[in-house]
């Protein structure tokens, strides 16, 4: 045979064979797509951040001070080796009311002058002339300040969007606030994208409010007070734009880097630490020597004995005031200074957590389609090789070797899952991450790439050679048994496998009351076992992953429905300012209680940091964590169902207990009798001290943050005064206008800082959940056209298989109807038990799944509920209908002729 002849053959195999040679190019095409899809989704978001990252210069580290830094600072930051770029910026956290809310503001100051020269180059860079000006934020609307008073707003904020023309009044702050800004009123006159904020869920931690920045600001250096000094200190790191963020390169020249930057910040801050000591010892020595100088001036001067006694009360209390300066003074110590790279923003750390998880996603999801695939290639490779028996054993006998008939039928599988691959990886490698990118557009500012997106070679390499490589495996294995028969053997159609008694025929009082047509069906069922085990592992992988679609739909929506009612009892949070009265939080409890609220509990929050004594599955070290001290333990109880989340039963909490949340156990290996440390939280939200141990008494159930709860006595071990439980807790009847009638006297109330409902927080993680939804809907979708094809595969290939044994019903009479019943019947058998076993499949890998895909802040539903159960067997029992209904017309077209070929 010569190679026109050779190719001839193979093109004839294809064409006398479409349906089975697309089917093994649509399921290797769904495998290899769906593998490079998902695997290019992490790379593809990190590519996009990094293009945002690099086009607005954002800082690569930040250096901040508890005493602040100068100007000197930033000159000696500057001039340290592999820095290219040093910008500072003065930031202040404070409560504001903004959008019609008490929110936590972070207002920074920008250079005011460079920001207005920039110009936006696309949505992911913001071009300027000035190399200084880092973290560049795209105007969005509107203007840049000019002058104090004027701010820019984030175009990005979810929890209080703000527009041009708004007003952001400041309340409070850590701090006098008059001390810092110049201006409490900063009237909007622009909103920007800032890529230092690509989390829209939260801009960063704080210590006032709810423990979460809601909105950020801009303004002017004239906006902050004088002689306010620098907060932060931006920097650029020579080299590392050209590194991909978050990579490995990129954290190993930001290191070196940081060693060198840590050393001239430390000695910058001592050298103001001592000029701040010196200035302040100056003014001692001044006010000194002013009290001697009055001394004398007393003595000489001749007073009466009433007034000498006066004037020398002066002079002792003058005295202990100077006293009380030198011990401060001497008391101070030098600052802590943090340089902090982006794996401490926040946002930044969040993303790129993500787009990891999709990473470990991508290594396991398609693992079921690629053994499915290599399932139905073997199953329909396996089929075309028995059909081809006697033209093998005519080509053996002709003297062709057996690499060159083998090589027939690879090349055929080359060609149909080449051709898969190719096609798969082209079409899905840009369908699923611009669909997971966008999904994550709703929580993450990052704008996208856009089409077409980088394909990576290395991938579209591992993927196509995977889906290509499991064919021709499967292609081989089902060649090599039969070119091991002879020329004459092969010739002959192969004898039907002898009939034997199945188990089932021993239970005689079910198998006597059997029909005949039952009886048949369950013989050939247990006759052809490989038939049956390859069908029933076939549909038992397509329906888990449909399972597995459905069941993550009910794990993140179980989030909201299990967090609020069943375990957070409460629906509305009344935070007071840190210096307010007794008085007026006792007004506060007062109202609540008119309002006819219920559950009205105070409590003390405190934002702090917590890590377990052992190892942690954590993205961090230390864990923000939000601690609660209740006023009275039963209060607690009311206002939160402390419970355990596998048995159900309530878990015992008193002014002595210590109870931690199942997320925040599971990732430090906590669990009851065990050690957690907590730690407070400097201005830059790092941790103060060597933290405080607490012995855990339980882990409870909680969906939506990782929480502590601790007793008012075992509060005692942290601090040894007592809270001052600024935080009231309630249960408000009445819709949502009596709601906000209510939080507008709370307002107007003194010392209270922010009022907060548990709607506004179900609407804000609703809107954040959505962004899951499109990624279930592609999993779905793809599971269902994976199950389509398979089903129609391994049907068409039963029905090819028994074409003589149907020929041979027709003869014998069998009506079309009985003809349908005897083949679909068992079909349909396969199908429910391959379904029966898909569920059992898809419940553990759904689990395994969830735990993956979990972020730190949120523990997913544990549970499938009984209609994704439902619907996931409903849908594969569907397409096995259908694909009999289209089946019907390949019976109907069976020759009766056809049954006198069999083998007697």
């Known amino acids: 045979m010569g190679r026109s002849a050779y190719m001839t053959e193979v093109i004839r195999s294809v064409r006398g064979s479409l349906g089975r040679f697309l089917a093994i190019l649509g399921i290797v095409a769904l495998g290899c797509g769906f593998y490079a899809g998902l695997q290019m989704c992490g790379p593809d978001m990190r590519a996009a951040a990094d293009r945002w990252y690099d086009g607005c210069a954002l800082w690569d580290l930040r250096v901040l001070s508890s005493q602040g830094l100068d100007d000197a600072a930033v000159v000696r930051l500057r001039k340290v080796d592999g820095i290219t770029a040093a910008m500072p910026a003065r930031t202040v956290d404070a409560m504001a009311d903004a959008a019609g809310k008490s929110v936590a503001v972070r207002v920074s100051s920008v250079d005011a002058d460079a920001a207005r020269s920039s110009r936006a180059s696309g949505a992911s860079a913001v071009t300027s002339a000035d190399d200084g000006y880092l973290n560049r934020a795209r105007l969005v609307s509107g203007r840049w300040p000019r002058r104090a008073g004027e701010c820019v707003a984030s175009a990005d904020a979810t929890t209080a969007p703000l527009k ?32 230092d904020y690509p989390y ?13 920045i809601g909105q950020y600001v801009y303004v002017t250096d004239d906006t902050f007070a004088k002689d306010v000094p620098y907060t932060t200190v931006y920097l650029a790191v020579s080299g590392a734009r050209g590194l991909e963020s978050g990579s490995s390169a990129y954290e190993r020249r930001v290191d070196a880097a940081a060693k060198r930057v840590r050393r001239a910040a430390n000695a910058a801050a001592g050298e103001r630490f001592q000029g701040l000591k010196a200035d302040a010892q100056a003014q001692v020595d001044a006010k000194a020597r002013e009290l001697e100088a009055q001394r004398q001036a007393a003595a000489a001067a001749a007073q009466a004995p009433q007034g000498a006694q006066a004037a020398q009360a002066q002079l002792e209390e003058a005295q202990r005031q100077i006293d009380a300066a030198q011990a401060k003074v001497d008391a101070m110590q030098g600052p802590e200074v943090y340089v902090l790279d ?41 089929r075309m090789v028995e059909d081809d028996r006697q033209k093998i054993g005519t080509h053996k006998a002709l003297g062709y070797g057996r690499v060159r008939i083998a090589a027939m039928y690879l090349a055929y599988a080359l060609l149909a899952a080449g051709t898969g691959a190719v096609l798969g990886i082209a079409v899905l490698s840009q369908v699923l991450p611009l669909i997971v990118t966008s999904a994550y557009g709703i929580i993450y500012a990052v704008p996208s790439l856009g089409l077409p997106l980088p394909v990576s070679l290395g991938i579209a390499l591992a993927s196509g ?23 004459a053997a092969l010739m002959l159609p192969r004898a039907p496998k002898a009939g034997r008694r199945i188990l089932l025929e021993r239970v005689g009082p079910l198998w006597r009351r059997l029909s005949f047509s039952w009886k048949v069906t369950f013989r050939n069922l247990f006759r052809y076992k490989r038939r049956l085990l390859m069908t029933v592992v076939g549909i038992a992988g397509c329906s888990a992953l449909l399972l597995v679609g459905f069941g993550l739909h009910d794990s993140i929506w179980d989030i909201i429905d299990r967090q609020f009612g069943p375990i957070i009892r409460y629906d509305t949070t009344v935070g007071m300012d840190a210096d307010a009265a007794e008085k007026d939080v006792g007004a506060v409890v007062a109202r609540l209680r008119d309002a006819d609220a219920r559950r009205v509990e105070r409590v003390e929050r405190r934002t702090m940091l917590a890590r377990g004594k052992g190892g942690s599955a954590s993205a961090t070290d230390k864990m923000r964590v939000s601690v609660m001290v209740p006023r009275t333990s039963a209060g607690l109880s009311r206002c939160v169902s402390l419970r355990d989340r596998t048995t ?72 040894e005064k007592d809270p001052s439980f600024s935080t009231v807790l309630a249960d408000v009847r009445g819709g949502t206008s009596a709601r906000e009638r209510l939080a507008e006297e709370l307002h107007d109330m003194d010392g209270v800082a922010t009022v907060a409902f548990s709607s506004e ?27 389509f094809i398979v089903l129609y595969n391994l049907t068409n290939i039963n029905v090819s298989e028994r074409v003589r044994e149907i020929a041979s019903l027709k003869v014998l009479g069998f009506t079309r109807r009985e003809v349908h ?19 059992v499949l898809g419940t553990w890998l759904e689990g395994f799944v969830i735990t993956t895909a979990e972020v730190d802040y949120v523990m ?33 077209a069976v020759d009766m002729v056809e049954s006198l070929k069999s083998v007697d």
């Open 342 to 382: 982006r794996a401490q923003s926040e946002g930044a750390a969040a993303y790129q957590a993500d787009t990891e998880r999709m990473d470990h996603i991508a290594a396991v999801f398609p693992a079921m389609f690629f053994l499915v695939a290599a399932l139905v290639a073997l199953t329909t490779m396996t």
């Open 200 to 212: 829209t869920g939260s801009f960063g931690t704080t210590t006032l409010g709810d423990g979460t």
């Open 465 to 487: 050679g995977l889906g290509v490589g499991v064919t021709l495996a499967a292609t081989w294995l089902a060649v090599a048994s039969t070119l091991r028969e002879t020329p």
């Open 648 to 719: 159900g039963k309530a878990v015992a909490f008193g002014d002595d207990s210590v109870l931690v949340t199942e997320k925040l156990a599971s990732l430090y290996g906590i669990r009851a009798g065990e050690k957690i440390v907590l730690f407070g939280q400097d201005d830059a939200g790092n941790a103060k001290g060597k933290g405080v141990e607490l012995t855990v008494d339980g882990v409870v159930e909680n969906y939506v943050g990782n929480v502590v709860y601790v007793g008012r006595d075992a509060w005692r071990r942290v601090e």
């Open 860 to 892: 997913f539903g544990r549970e499938i509920h009984p209609l994704s159960f439902a619907l996931a067997f409903a849908l594969t029992m569907s397409f096995t209908l259908a694909i009999l209904l289209l089946m019907r017309r390949r019976l109907d």
């Open 761 to 787: 927080t179900i609407e804000t993680y609703r809107h954040m959940l959505s962004v899951v939804n499109m990624v279930v809907v592609v999993l779905i979708v793809s599971a269902g056209a994976l199950a």
């Open 821 to 839: 019943a005897y083949v679909f019947r068992e079909i349909v058998l396969l199908s429910l038990l391959g379904d029966a076993v898909g569920m």
């Open 164 to 195: 041009v023309g708004d007003v952001v009044r400041v309340t409070s702050a850590a701090g006098d606030v008059d001390s810092v800004l110049a201006r409490r009123a900063l009237t909007v006159v622009g909103t920007v994208s800032s890529p």
